[in-house]
């Protein structure tokens, strides 16, 4: 799959896509960290799910996480994607 930006009606050359996936692999970690930190992974305390619920918690967050980037996360992943293609050019 060939991913293009757009910038003023021009097309911008494709982009790598094994570069944008990991980009956007460490967007959804970051914001699955941000989740957890907000306490957003604790179960409510009325709901009695156990010690499983707590086991599995963190895979949920990390759903929610994917599910950002995947709608277009927070723009993280851009920024990732942008520093590493310009490292690459730099070496």
Do not use: C, H, R, W
Not at 5 to 13: D, E, F, I, L, S
């Amino acid at each position: 799959m060939e991913v293009t930006a757009t910038v003023q009606g021009t097309k911008a050359p494709p982009k790598d896509p094994a570069l944008l996936s990991l980009a956007n692999k460490l967007e959804a970690q970051f914001l699955a960290e941000m989740l957890k930190a907000s306490g957003i992974s604790k179960p409510p305390e009325g709901f009695g799910g156990g010690a499983g619920e707590d086991q599995f918690s963190s895979f949920l967050t990390q759903e929610y996480a994917a599910a950002t980037v995947n709608a277009g996360g927070i723009g993280l992943s851009e920024a990732i994607y942008d520093a590493l293609i310009k490292k690459d050019q730099t070496q």
